[in-house]
C-alpha cells in the first residue's frame, strides 16, 4: 500500500541538541514533500517543501530538510534545537498524479527539554 | 495565506445524533478539503469539496455518513451523521494557497474541531 512513514513515534530531547526526524514514503514517480508542524494549541502550518531542484530546502525557524529520492527519504534536520520547537510534526506527500490530494504521515512528537 | 474558521471548535454529543460542523475562508478557493485526525493517529483525507460539484469522498468514507455542502467558494459543511464513539475526532478543514501558483499539496489549516461523541 501506498504510505507515508515516520518511525519516530515520540522523541525527547535537551535544548541546544540536533534534531534529525526520519519520513520515508512508498510511491514511484514524481512527488511533492511537505513538513507541516503543530505547535501545542495551533493550527497545523507549513514548515518547510520540496517542489524540484535542490534537494536540501530550507524552512522556517531554522528547520531544513533532504530529499534523497534513492532512499525514498525527507528527513526533517534542525542543529539545535529550542524548547520552543516542543510540537507534533508530520511529514506529507503529494503525487503529480493525484491533483491536490495530500497524504499526512502519522506524526511525531518532539518534547524539548529546558 | 488563507484565515479558516471553524465552528464549533469543540462539541461533545449523543450517539446516534448527527453535527455539522462550518468551514470558512477569508479568500475565493477552489478546493476544500475535509480531514480526520483520531487520537494518537495521523490525518486522513475524508473528502474534497468543489464548489458547484458533488465531494469526491476517499475510499471508506461515504456520503450518506459525512455529508458535505460546498455552497460558494468561501465556505463548506461536513456533517457527520449518525454519530457512534468511534467518530470521536478532530476534524479538519484545509484549502490550498489561494493566491499563488503553488503546486498542489501546500494547504492551510483550520484549527480543527474536535468532537467527542459518548
Known amino acids: 500500500a501506498q504510505s507515508v512513514s515516520q518511525h519516530n513515534h515520540h522523541v525527547i530531547l535537551s535544548e541546544a541538541a540536533s534534531l534529525e526526524l526520519g519520513c520515508n514514503y512508498s510511491y514511484g514517480g514524481t512527488v511533492n514533500l511537505f513538513w507541516y508542524v503543530q505547535y501545542p494549541g495551533q493550527h497545523l502550518q507549513l514548515l518547510l517543501k520540496?517542489?524540484?531542484?535542490?534537494?536540501l530546502v530550507k524552512g522556517i525557524k531554522g528547520f531544513e530538510a533532504e530529499f534523497i529520492k534513492s532512499k525514498f527519504s525527507f528527513n526533517l534536520r534542525k542543529p539545535s534545537v529550542q524548547w520552543s520547537d516542543t510540537a507534533e510534526y508530520f511529514c506529507?506527500?503529494?503525487?503529480?498524479?493525484?491533483?491536490?490530494?495530500?497524504?499526512f504521515g502519522s506524526g511525531t512528537r518532539l518534547s524539548i527539554r529546558p | 495565506s488563507a484565515v479558516i474558521s471553524q465552528k464549533p471548535s469543540r462539541d461533545i454529543c449523543q450517539r446516534g445524533t448527527s453535527l455539522t460542523i462550518q468551514c470558512q475562508v477569508d479568500s475565493q478557493v477552489t478546493m476544500m478539503f475535509w480531514y480526520r485526525q483520531q487520537p494518537g493517529q495521523s490525518l486522513t483525507l475524508i473528502a474534497t469539496a468543489n464548489q458547484g460539484s458533488e465531494a469526491t469522498y476517499e475510499s471508506g468514507f461515504v456520503i450518506d455518513k459525512f455529508p458535505i455542502s460546498r455552497p460558494n467558494l468561501t465556505f463548506s459543511t461536513l456533517t457527520v451523521s449518525n454519530m457512534s464513539p468511534e467518530d470521536s475526532s478532530i476534524y479538519l478543514c484545509s484549502v490550498e494557497e489561494p493566491t499563488t501558483r503553488a503546486p498542489p499539496g501546500e494547504l492551510f489549516f483550520g484549527e480543527g474541531s474536535r468532537l467527542t461523541v459518548l
Open positions: 506529507a506527500v503529494n503525487r503529480h498524479s493525484s491533483a491536490s490530494k495530500i497524504i
Open positions: 520540496y517542489f524540484s531542484g535542490d534537494p
